[in-house]
């Protein structure tokens, strides 16, 4: 069946390094991609998006990635701030509009 | 922009009542919201597609019946868990559509601790 996964399900990142953190779809008519970003007891937090025409996309201390060959996601992550630990979710969106949502990766800031 | 609230953050019952959970776009109007449910270190689990004016839409596997979705306006939605039991204790999360017919871009709620005893 169709599915979203990440590679990882924990990284730990030294405050300061870059985080990169990857998800791999299966959809190959996916055609929007989102990164949301869920801190403990609390709802998913838009971070940022991508559509399948781009392959790259900035936003503050943000970069997503697209790689359509492939099919991979991935979020990297600039300085890395203690505030950044939390779950990071890739969503894949096809015509439906129906996500599918990766398991999630942990990020782990080190001081 | 483009916020959206849930009421109330958690709640404790007991055994064979009824919970209403609130979700409510504050600052856009939503056409669509969605209703998630998620376990510990678990990811999101769509329950069900809720539809301003019209019936929700249910995934396989989620009881109409038991989980009973209202959206009323187009900054509501109610999510009630009919004859709680154990099981039902989960965080539920609601999002929002921005944009009308779809700008597919969903926004969550900060979700809904339900406890069951």
């Known amino acids: 069946g169709e599915s979203v996964g990440l590679h990882l399900p924990t990284l730990s990142v030294q405050e300061g390094d870059n985080s990169i953190i990857n998800c791999a779809y299966s959809?190959?008519?996916?055609?929007?991609f989102i990164w949301y970003k869920q801190e403990s007891g609390k709802g998913p937090q838009f971070i940022i998006d991508?559509?399948?025409?781009?392959d790259k996309r900035q936003g503050q201390r943000v970069t997503v990635l697209l790689n359509k060959t492939v099919k991979h996601l991935s979020l990297q992550i600039a300085a890395t701030q203690p505030g950044d630990s939390a779950v990071y979710f890739c969503a894949e969106i096809s015509g439906t509009y129906k996500y599918i949502f990766g398991t999630g990766t942990r990020l782990k800031v080190l001081a | 922009g483009a916020v959206v609230s849930q009421h109330p953050s958690w709640v404790i019952c007991k055994s064979g009542t009824s919970v209403k959970i609130e979700c409510r776009s504050l600052?856009?109007?939503?056409?669509?919201m969605f209703w998630y449910r998620q376990f510990p270190k678990q990811s999101l689990m769509l329950m069900a597609t809720?539809?301003?004016?019209?019936?929700?839409?249910?995934e396989q596997g989620v009881e109409k019946d038991k989980f009973l979705i209202n959206h009323a306006s187009l900054t509501l939605s109610t999510l009630t868990v009919t004859s709680a039991h154990p099981e039902d204790s989960s965080f539920y999360i609601c999002?929002?559509?921005?944009?009308?017919?779809?700008?597919?871009?969903?926004?969550f709620g900060p979700g809904t601790r339900l406890l069951v005893l």
């Open positions: 809720s539809n301003e004016g019209s019936k929700a839409t249910y």
């Open positions: 959809n190959s008519a996916s055609d929007y």
């Open positions: 991508i559509r399948s025409n781009m």
């Open positions: 999002s929002a559509e921005s944009g009308p017919g779809g700008e597919e871009t969903q926004y």
């Open positions: 600052d856009f109007q939503a056409t669509t």
